[in-house]
């Protein structure tokens, strides 16, 4: 058990002496092999030096994280990039157009140097934050950041200061409590063709940077789930591992508003010892009132992705905490970051469709 320092840092004024000097004692730990906790635009990240493998092994065990599952790695400027990893044409097209940006790129090492974030493959995945409190980190660090999301492994990922201090508390050496991720979703993730890199790309986890954003791309039609066995190292994000679980089982209901309204009050009378609980958008919470005892949490208005997206893992992290004994979801839109919602939620449901 590690006792962690909890700093709360202005994320607006993160130039002002006092808050610099805050990130600067966050940046030593860093140099000196320890973990911190750090805010990004969009989730927080677990924190440690990428070029010392103890370090970077501290952060497995801290997460319960399964060895073979391979970090990214967190870069203060784009050009630095180059200096471990081999920028083909359109990886270095995409750098240029996007970032820093929430997205992540899976590239051939050009070293050993990064070889502790992902020691049996000969690719490495890197990411330049949009975040200023990250980047600030990682410059004053003077080192790469190899960093997960900062959530126990298999639990939703952290959007807000609250859900890690009940996650981590004890495991990092320090974290930083900054605002809510902007985004709330985990970057976009995407690979390139191995033999021919030009060739167009793969999106192996949607997010706020979307398909229809990197369509110039070329992007691919590729089966993850044939690309992946429990042999091989996963290469696509939360199909080997359990991924975004919230403790109750979720349920994903198909259906127009009314009949999944009429199923919510339904289980609710026919099942009085279980606790459920219903995510849905604005317009369906107002059908609920307190005195049903149903724990009704919104993800905003139907029509506003973004907001769905900010709100999800906070929803879930929320229905952890309240102890619901099952939680039924409306179905989104799979429109642009819409996509990326519905994704989380099938892994959470286990890919559990129910029509009503
Ligand atoms: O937004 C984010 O990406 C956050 C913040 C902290 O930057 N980080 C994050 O890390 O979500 P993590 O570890 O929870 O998810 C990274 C995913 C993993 O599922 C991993 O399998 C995949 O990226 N990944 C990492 N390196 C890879 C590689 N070389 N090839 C394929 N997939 C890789
Ligand atoms: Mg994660």
Same mark, same amino acid.
Do not use: W
């Given at each position: ?14 130039? +002002? ?36 493998? *103890? ?32 920028? /083909? ?9 996007? $970032? ?48 997960? %999301?900062? +959530? ?21 050496? $320090? ?15 995407? %690979? ?6 030009? +060739? ?12 229809? $954003? ?7 039609? +590729?089966?993850?789930?044939? &690309? ?25 209901? %198909?259906?127009? *508003? ?45 029509? &506003?992705? /973004? ?12 229905? /952890? ?24 939620? $099938? ?10």
């Amino acid at each position: 058990m590690l006792k962690t320092k909890i700093i709360k840092i202005d994320e607006k004024n993160i130039n +002002n002496p006092e808050e610099l000097g805050k990130l600067r004692e966050a940046a030593g730990i860093i140099k000196n092999g320890g973990l911190v906790v750090f805010p990004t635009e969009t989730v927080y990240g677990l924190g440690a030096d990428a070029l010392n493998r *103890n370090a970077v092994g501290k952060i497995y065990k801290a997460k319960g994280r399964p060895s073979d599952n391979p970090l990214i790695v967190h870069f203060s400027n784009a050009g630095d990039i180059y200096k471990y990893a081999e920028v /083909n044409e359109t990886a270095g097209k995409i750098i240029n157009k996007f $970032m820093p940006a929430p997205l992540t790129l899976v590239l051939k090492k050009k070293n050993g140097l990064l070889n502790y974030a992902s020691p049996n493959l000969d690719t490495v995945a890197v990411r330049v934050p949009r975040n200023k409190t990250a980047r600030k980190l990682i410059e004053l660090a003077g080192t790469p950041i190899a960093a997960p %999301s900062a +959530n126990l492994s298999g639990k939703p990922s952290p959007t807000s200061a609250e859900h890690i201090i009940s996650d981590l508390n004890g495991r990092a050496d $320090m974290i930083i409590c900054g605002e809510s991720s902007e985004i709330g979703l985990e970057s976009t993730v995407i %690979s390139f063709n191995p033999d021919n890199p030009d +060739n167009g790309i793969n999106i192996l986890r949607s997010g706020f940077i979307t398909r229809e $954003m990197l369509s110039e791309f070329n992007i691919s039609e +590729n089966n993850l789930s044939e &690309n992946n066995n429990k042999n091989n190292p996963p290469v696509c994000p939360g199909i080997k591992y359990r991924h975004y679980s919230p403790d109750a089982p979720l349920r994903i209901l %198909s259906g127009e *508003n009314h009949r999944i309204i009429d199923f919510i009050k339904r289980e609710n009378i026919n099942n009085k010892n279980k606790k459920i609980g219903f995510l849905c958008f604005d317009e369906l919470s107002e059908y609920f009132d307190k005195s049903e005892n149903i724990a009704v949490i919104s993800l905003g208005p139907r029509d &506003n992705l /973004n907001e769905q997206a900010k709100n999800l893992f906070g929803a879930l992290n929320k229905f /952890n905490n309240i102890g619901v004994d099952i939680i039924y979801s409306i179905e989104p839109s799979r429109k642009e970051i819409g996509e990326a919602v519905y994704n989380r939620l $099938m892994k959470a449901s286990g890919g559990k469709v129910c029509g009503v």
